[in-house]
C-alpha cells in the first residue's frame, strides 16, 4: 500500500510541476504495481497441496515418509513460489531434538501451469510423543518483491510414537512374593490356593472350606482359613509437574519416567492383572487446535503463527485410565504416555487428593515421583491410612533430594520405596528394594 500512496503522490506532483516524463514513468509504475498485485493473488489462489504420510503410529527410531504434491491448476506459471512444510518448533529446538528431518522440507519452487511438483522429506522419530506434521506455509508473489501474498494448504497429518517398554524381571510391588501376588493388609478376597491355616467349623461355612483331614484326626468339624490375598493389579500415579523436572535434567527424567511407567503397565499387563493410570500431565491431543486455511495473510509470521499448533493449554483435569482388566488395556495406557507433556497444573499432590475417589482399594498404587515434596507425602500417607498398598519409585533423584524424599515417605509408614537411577535399572526396579539399616546407612534387598 505504501508503494502504491508513494507513486500517486509523485503523480501529484508530476502533474503540478506538469513534468511530462515523471507522469509518464508514474503511469506505468501504477500499472505494473496493479497487474503484478492481480497477478500475484492469481497465481496462489490456483496453487493446491495435498499431503501423504505412510504412516499414524511409530516406534521410537522409526522412520516416516512424508510427500506433498503441489499442483497449479491455473494455466499461467507461477515464476516462484517459497514452501514450508510445518513441523513442531520444541520437537526440532530441544537439545537432542525428539524428530530428525532428512531433506529439505524448505524450498523455493517455480510451478508450471497445469503441473504438479513433488515436496518429500523424511522424518527420523528419536523420541516419543504426539506430533504435528503440516500444514503446508506457501509464500508468492510479483518478480519485483512489491508484493506478497501466503496461504496454508495441506491439511496436517498426527503422529503417536509409542514410548519405549523395557521388560522386567518380574513383579513384585508391595509385595513379599516373587512374582504377580500383592498381599493386602485389610481383607478383600480369600486366595481358596493358599491355605493359612484351620479353625473350628462355625454355622454358615460353605462345605467346600471343610478341612476333611483336621475333621477325621479331631472327630470335630474343622474349616480352612486361606490367606487375605488378591491378584490385584496396579494403578500408576504419575507425577509430571514441571516443577518436579528441573530443566538441567531434561528430556531426559521425563522420558525416564514415561518410559517406567509404560514398563509397569507391560508388566501388569502381561500377569493378566488390572491396570490403570493416573497423571497431572498434560495431554498433546488437547492443545493442538486445527483451523481452516481457505484465507491469504498479509505476513509470513501470521501465517506460520496460525498453522502452528497451539503451545499452551490452561485444562486442569487429570488425565485418567481407569483401573481394569482388558485385551487393550495396555494400548490405551501406552497412548495416553505417549501424548503426555509436562505442565503447570495440578501439582502431585492435588492430583491425588482429586482422584483419590477414583482409585480402587484392591490395587495397589504406584506412585512414579521426580521429587517428594511434603505435601505429596502427606496425601500418599492419607492413602495409605484409608487403606490402599502403596508402592513409590523415585526416579533419578540426586543424594539430598533422595534423603528428603525417602524421610518424608517413611514417615508417613510408607514401607516399600524404589530409587530408579536410570533406563538401565529398568528391569531389576521390581527386584530391588530400598532399605535402610541406620540414619546413614543403605542396603538393597532382593
Not at 508530476?14 to 508514474?26: C, E, F, I, P, R
Not at 509470521?301 to 486442569?316: I, T, V
Not at 501439582?347 to 505429596?376: C, G, K, M
Not at 526396579?429 to 543403605?442: D, E, G, I, K, N
Request: hydrophobic content about 45%; overall charge positive.
Amino acid at each position: 500500500m505504501k508503494w502504491f500512496l508513494g507513486a500517486i503522490l509523485l503523480l501529484l506532483a508530476a502533474l503540478l510541476l506538469q513534468s511530462g516524463l515523471l507522469a509518464y514513468s508514474m503511469y506505468v509504475l501504477l500499472a505494473v504495481m496493479v497487474v503484478s498485485r492481480l497477478l500475484a493473488r492469481n497465481w496462489l489462489g490456483k496453487v493446491r497441496a495435498s499431503r501423504s504420510c505412510d504412516r499414524a503410529t511409530a516406534e521410537i527410531g522409526d522412520f516416516l515418509d512424508v510427500a506433498i504434491t503441489i499442483h497449479n491448476s491455473g494455466w499461467l506459471p507461477v515464476p516462484w513460489v517459497l514452501l514450508e512444510d510445518m513441523l513442531p518448533r520444541q520437537a526440532l529446538s530441544q537439545r537432542p531434538p525428539r524428530l530428525h528431518v532428512k531433506g529439505k522440507r524448505l524450498q523455493i519452487r517455480m510451478l508450471p501451469g497445469g503441473k504438479e511438483v513433488l515436496l518429500g522429506y523424511e522424518i527420523r522419530c528419536d523420541q516419543r510423543g504426539y506430533y504435528q506434521i503440516g500444514p503446508l506455509v506457501m509464500e508468492s508473489g510479483d518478480l519485483f518483491g512489491l508484493h506478497r501474498r501466503y496461504r496454508v494448504d495441506a491439511e496436517p497429518h498426527f503422529v503417536l510414537v509409542y514410548p519405549k517398554v523395557v521388560p522386567l524381571l518380574g513383579y513384585d510391588l508391595a509385595s513379599r512374593r516373587p512374582i504377580g501376588d500383592v498381599r493386602l493388609s485389610h481383607r478383600l478376597y480369600e486366595d481358596p490356593t493358599r491355605i493359612a491355616g484351620v479353625r473350628p467349623y462355625e454355622i454358615g461355612d460353605p462345605l467346600n472350606r471343610v478341612h476333611w483331614r483336621a475333621t477325621a484326626r479331631t472327630g470335630l468339624l474343622h474349616s480352612k482359613v486361606y490367606e487375605p490375598s488378591s491378584l490385584a493389579g496396579a494403578t500408576l500415579v504419575l507425577d509430571f509437574h514441571q516443577d518436579s523436572y528441573p530443566r538441567r535434567g531434561e528430556p531426559h527424567r521425563s522420558e525416564l519416567a514415561v518410559t517406567a511407567a509404560a514398563s509397569l503397565a507391560n508388566a501388569v499387563f502381561q500377569l493378566g492383572q488390572q491396570i490403570g493410570l493416573v497423571s497431572n500431565g498434560r495431554d498433546a491431543a488437547d492443545r493442538i487446535r486445527q483451523e481452516g486455511w481457505e484465507h491469504n495473510f498479509r505476513t509470513r509470521q501470521a501465517a506460520r503463527q496460525q498453522s502452528a499448533m497451539a503451545e499452551r493449554s490452561e485444562r486442569l483435569q487429570p488425565v485418567v485410565v481407569e483401573t481394569r482388566r482388558g485385551v487393550q488395556q495396555f494400548q490405551r495406557i501406552r497412548e495416553v504416555l505417549a501424548r503426555l507433556e509436562l505442565t503447570d497444573g495440578l501439582t502431585a499432590a492435588q492430583l491425588i487428593l482429586e482422584t483419590a475417589s477414583r482409585l480402587p482399594r484392591d490395587a495397589t498404587v504406584v506412585a512414579l515421583l521426580a521429587d517428594v515434596p511434603v505435601e505429596a507425602a502427606l496425601a500418599l500417607g492419607a492413602l495409605r491410612r484409608q487403606g490402599l498398598a502403596i508402592s513409590a519409585v523415585l526416579l533419578a533423584l540426586d543424594d539430598e533430594r533422595f534423603e528428603k524424599g525417602y524421610g518424608r515417605l517413611r514417615a508417613e509408614g510408607i514401607m516399600d520405596i524404589r530409587l530408579l537411577h536410570n533406563e538401565a535399572g529398568l528391569p531389576d526396579l521390581c527386584r530391588l528394594q530400598v532399605r535402610r539399616a541406620a540414619t546413614y546407612t543403605m542396603q538393597v534387598e532382593l
